[in-house]
T-cell receptor
Framework: LAKTTQPISMDSYEGQEVNITCSHNNIATNDYITWYQQFPSQGPRFIIQGYKTKVTNEVASLFIPADRKSSTLSLPRVSLSDTAVYYCLVGDIDAGNMLTFGGGTRLMVKP | KAGVTQTPRYLIKTRGQQVTLSCSPISGHRSVSWYQQTPGQGLQFLFEYFSETQRNKGNFPGRFSGRQFSNSRSEMNVSTLELGDSALYLC??????????????FGPGTRLLVL
């Protein structure tokens, strides 16, 4: 299974852009990169998913370089409600739907 | 479309008892996975069911078991509860088997406290 490494925590201020980088050096050819957001006492919520280059949706952007050994989740103009834990996952098709969560990045947005 | 629902939301049990948790996936989803989340170990995969068959199993003792019904609803059972089983148990559903680009949707979880 591809393993991911993310910063344990990050601080930001309202209105700033936040970039969270995830390393996944042994990503396999067919693996996708997925990011989830989790608030306390709630289940993780899907944010964005990508395979290569750049993906953008109404919530975030995901940047993936050509070698795919890392990815960066970009949250534009964060607000206090974006305070949460963000998980980067790399899909392993041989593992079925088994998601392997790392420690995640605890983002604290301050006023 | 209704999301993933889990019942009960909160549960208190004592050591040695057993517990059954229920998960109803999003309508049309056939895959249900279960996860345990604790402050010390984070989110850990328990098992996954697809079309009533267990497809994958995480590294948990046999006290943890599950099943899936023909309507895709799933139950998870923990027998002979231990204090360390206190956790948030999360259920996630997806429309098909993983792989390429599949997304899982999580329920709110069942918080189990073992005394």
């Amino acid at each position: 299974l591809a393993k991911t490494t993310q910063p344990i925590s990050m601080d930001s201020y309202e209105g700033q852009e936040v970039n969270i980088t995830c390393s996944h050096n042994n990503i396999a050819t067919n693996d996708y990169i997925t990011w989830y957001q989790q608030f306390p006492s709630q289940g993780p919520r899907f944010i964005i998913q990508g395979y290569k280059t750049k993906v953008t949706n109404e919530v975030a952007s995901l940047f993936i370089p050509a070698d795919r050994k890392s990815s960066t989740l970009s949250l534009p103009r964060v607000s206090l409600s974006d305070t949460a834990v963000y998980y980067c996952l790399v899909g392993d098709i041989d593992a079925g739907n088994m998601l392997t969560f790392g420690g995640g990045t605890r983002l604290m947005v301050k006023p | 479309k209704a999301g993933v629902t889990q019942t009960p939301r909160y549960l208190i049990k004592t050591r040695g008892q057993q517990v059954t948790l229920s998960c109803s996936p999003i309508s049309g989803h056939r895959s249900v996975s279960w996860y345990q989340q604790t402050p010390g170990q984070g989110l850990q995969f328990l098992f996954e069911y697809f079309s009533e068959t267990q497809r994958n199993k995480g590294n948990f003792p046999g006290r943890f078991s599950g099943r899936q019904f023909s309507n895709s609803r799933s139950e998870m059972n923990v027998s002979t509860l231990e204090l360390g089983d206190s956790a948030l148990y999360l259920c996630a559903s997806s429309s098909r088997l993983a792989g390429v680009g599949e997304t899982q949707y999580f329920g709110p979880g069942t918080r189990l406290l073992v005394l």
